[in-house]
């Protein structure tokens, strides 16, 4: 049974998450917050595996809520929502450890299979959505003396992979899913899902969506 902390400052759309993810057989509410600092208090109480996690709450918001939870090291795993338009915060949210991200107009089995994904550690990374937001932000990535990317300067985060691991992760940082990338380079599925499992593990990165940061950090892509 997957457990979730629904944290949103409106109280209808509470209810209507709750609504949608009790009529699942596999799925609980264990809470509900109105704010970043109570989503943070009853995350710690509660452990929820999954944190349904707003970004524009008052007081503390979703983004400073996000990097208290992960930096608890608890077991439980922030998925953000944001809105259609790309919220100016989703990226930073990310950066603070969140799992993925979805749009609050998502359509609800989107939602749950999102949940799910979080749930059993994988992350959620909408392709449509990764590109324009990685692409809307990528100028908050920190200036490098050379380009990372270069033959003579590779960024050191890198040197682990092999050139096919490489490859792959350039495509991830497009938005690429596992089926896309499994055509593209003519690999089976459960090849692909095997690479990203060393890549993520060869750059230290928590789950795919901190991969595809790496992967524009590094300009690997952009």
Excluded: C
């Amino acid at each position: 049974m997957t457990t979730v902390l629904i944290a949103d400052d409106q109280p209808l759309q509470r209810f209507g998450f709750r609504m949608l993810l009790e009529s699942q057989d596999d799925m609980t509410v264990v809470g509900e917050a109105a704010d970043g600092a109570e989503a943070t208090r009853m995350t710690a109480q509660l452990r929820p595996d999954v944190v349904l996690m707003d970004v524009r709450m008052p007081g503390l918001d979703g983004i400073a809520a996000t990097r208290r939870i992960v930096a608890d090291g608890g077991p439980s795993r922030v998925l953000i929502l944001t809105t259609f338009d790309l919220d100016e915060y989703a990226y930073s949210g990310l950066r603070a450890g969140a799992s993925g991200f979805l749009v609050k107009d998502a359509q609800p089995e989107e939602l749950l299979s999102g949940i799910r994904a979080v749930a059993t550690g994988d992350a959620v990374v909408a392709p449509s959505l990764t590109r324009r937001l990685l692409d809307a932000y990528v100028h908050h990535l920190p200036a490098t003396a050379e380009p990372a990317g270069s033959a003579d300067s590779p960024d050191p985060r890198l040197s682990p992979l092999t050139e096919r691991e490489t490859e792959i992760l350039r495509v991830m940082g497009q938005g690429w899913t596992n089926t896309e990338i499994a055509e593209r380079f003519h690999l089976a599925e459960s090849t692909v899902k095997t690479h990203v499992g060393r890549i993520l593990a060869k750059t230290g990165s928590r789950d795919r969506v901190q991969a595809v940061i790496l992967a524009y950090e590094t300009k690997l892509v952009g």
